[in-house]
Antibody, heavy 115, light 107 residues
Framework: VQLAESGGGVVQPGRSLRLSCAAS??????FHWVRQAPGKGLEWIAS????????YHADSVKGRFIVSRDNSRKTLFLQMNSLRGEDTALYYC???????????WGQGTLVTVSS | SFELTQSPSVSVAPGDTARISCGGD??????VNWYQQKPGQSPLLVLY???YRPSGIPERFSGSNSWDTATLIISRVEAGDEADYYC???????????FGGGTKLTV
């Protein structure tokens, strides 16, 4: 599975941003969003089942971020609302190909929340 | 919900065995996954469900999980193994994935 994130950039606090993750290869699989603040560890953000019927969000983003997918376009999305400075991070998407979880990763897209 | 504790750093000499631990209350009851992240790179799955290696991962990587500690074991450590290592579990109670804080392996 090849994954390519896009949509990152610099955004003011309180504004919104939508990230995309384009997939190729085996795509009807569970997908996840993981972020990494500068110099920090990995933080799981959200997951969505292969059929899109089940979604899970970390407490730190629940109510602000929404994960979704369009299987016809082989794309995973992360709608990020009410952005805060602490949301500044490199955002990765990852997929479960059938072995272990988070088996395939993209290169990440950088989100900077700053006025 | 699960809280995973990893030592911030581990240092070993080339050729030695590195043991990187991931502590959590009754972590032995869940399946633990391990990721390697080198500077400037995306994470790489190196061990899943406690003991299974994805294709392409050397046999030098192995694992164990019992009671309150899961361990990633890297035998015959090489300079190329120098990286940050993270454990990951699925918390069925909170239906959240949980990463450990990461361990920096220095060779």
């Amino acid at each position: 599975v090849q994954l390519a994130e896009s949509g990152g950039g610099v955004v003011q606090p309180g504004r919104s941003l939508r990230l995309s993750c384009a997939a190729s290869g085996i795509t009807l699989i569970p997908f996840h969003w993981v972020r990494q603040a500068p110099g920090k560890g990995l933080e799981w953000i959200a997951s969505m089942s292969s059929d899109g019927n089940n979604e899970y969000h970390a407490d730190s983003v629940k109510g602000r971020f929404i994960v979704s997918r369009d299987n016809s376009r082989k794309t995973l999305f992360l709608q990020m609302n009410s952005l805060r400075g602490e949301d500044t991070a490199l955002y990765y998407c990852a997929g479960d190909r059938g072995g272990g979880p988070f088996e395939d990763w993209g290169q990440g897209t950088l989100v900077t929340v700053s006025s | 919900s699960f809280e995973l504790t990893q030592s911030p750093s581990v240092s070993v000499a080339p050729g030695d065995t590195a043991r990187i631990s991931c502590g959590g209350d009754e972590i032995g009851t869940v399946r633990v996954n391990w990721y390697q992240q080198k500077p400037g790179q995306s994470p790489l799955l190196v061990l899943y469900h406690d003991v299974y290696r994805p294709s392409g991962i050397p046999e030098r990587f192995s694992g164990s999980n019992s009671w309150d500690t899961a361990t990633l074991i890297i035998s015959r450590v090489e300079a190329g193994d120098e990286a940050d290592y993270y454990c990951l579990v699925w918390d069925t109670e909170s239906v959240h994935w949980v990463f450990g804080g990461g361990t920096k392996l220095t060779v």
